[in-house]
Structure formats: structure tokens, C-alpha cells
Nanobody, 121 residues
Framework: QVQLVESGGGLVQPGGSLRLSCAAS????????MGWYRQAPGKQRELVAS???????NYADSVKGRFTVSRDNDENTLYLQMNSLKPEDTAVYYC???????????????WGQGTQVTVSA
């Protein structure tokens, strides 16, 4: 069974930094693109950043220049370095990945359980 396990959330002051990690675990064949999404109270889930296996990145305008997404393909782990954090970055952050669990199977969309990031003085 495939699982995405996130870590690294917490409480940080405005202007501070956090680093989120997301590790794909279990039995699977190939991990394709991975990404980070977030959902604030009362708002829809939105894309924060994504990264393909080829290294193409995509960022939400609100985080460009402050957040950096990276991955370790050998460890199937995705990271999100968040700098210059603002109160409006407060949300539950979710890891997402497209994974082919077995050779010849379809590619499926997997999600982590989410990790809370709170930016407050």
C-alpha cells in the first residue's frame, strides 16, 4: 500500500522559515510528479508548488521567491523550503503525488494526511 507521510509543520513567527518533507512509502513502481497543496480555514485547497521528475517546477504566485520545492528521486521524498513566512501562509499543507503502483497498472493520485503550518507572532 502506498502512503505519503508528511512532516515538518509547526508554529513559526512571521518572517521565519520551515521545511516540510513528504516521503512516499510502501510498495510502488514509479513516482511521477509530486506537489504541495494547502488549505486554509474556509478556503479551497490550492496548489503551492509542484515538481516533475524532470525538474520542472510550478509555483503559486503568492509564494514565488519565498518557497522552494525540491525532491530526492532516489528516496522518493519531496521537500518544501518555506522562507519569509507570512500569516497568510497559515494552512494545512498536503503532499500529493502521481504514482504507478505496479508495472502495467494505471497511474493514481495519492495524498498525504496533511501537516499544519501556523504563522503567528
Amino acid at each position: 500500500q502506498v502512503q505519503l507521510v508528511e512532516s515538518g509543520g509547526g508554529l513559526v513567527q512571521p518572517g521565519g522559515s520551515l521545511r516540510l518533507s513528504c516521503a512516499a512509502s510502501g510498495s510502488f513502481f514509479v513516482v511521477y510528479s509530486m506537489g504541495w497543496y494547502r488549505q486554509a480555514p474556509g478556503k479551497q485547497r490550492e496548489l503551492v508548488a509542484s515538481l516533475t521528475t524532470g525538474g520542472t517546477t510550478n509555483y503559486a504566485d503568492s509564494v514565488k521567491g519565498r518557497f522552494t520545492v525540491s525532491r530526492d528521486n532516489d528516496e522518493n521524498t519531496l521537500y518544501l523550503q518555506m522562507n519569509s513566512l507570512k500569516p497568510e501562509d497559515t494552512a494545512v499543507y498536503y503532499c500529493q503525488a502521481y504514482i504507478r503502483p505496479r508495472p502495467g497498472s494505471s497511474r493514481y493520485d495519492y495524498w498525504g494526511q496533511g501537516t499544519q503550518v501556523t504563522v503567528s507572532a
